[in-house]
């Protein structure tokens, strides 16, 4: 049995799309363009850059994390769904 590869694509932030045995899994769905805000309490984040890859260059994915509800209203806004 030959061992499999392991391919992984850098999307920008915390998010890669992970490659292995014909399968794809999706790491962090972080697909909100640059310019974004986020506050929580006192904190107030903002995302400088938007991904390198667009969502719809990446679907399909096999798997993706278990997401909020904004993370995934992200996902499915940039991937045209």
């Known amino acids: 049995m030959q061992p499999q590869p392991l391919k992984i694509t850098y ?24 310019g974004s805000d986020y506050t929580t309490g006192p ?16 679907a399909p994915a096999d798997y993706v994390p278990p997401a909020t ?5 992200t996902w499915t806004t940039a991937n045209g769904q």
């Open 43 to 58: 904190v107030s984040l903002q995302k400088l850059n938007g991904p390198a890859i667009q969502a719809d260059a990446i």
């Open 69 to 73: 509800t904004s993370i995934l209203t």
């Open 11 to 34: 999307i920008g932030g915390p998010n890669c799309l992970l490659e292995f045995g014909g399968v794809r899994l999706l790491a962090d769905l972080t697909f909100d363009p640059g």
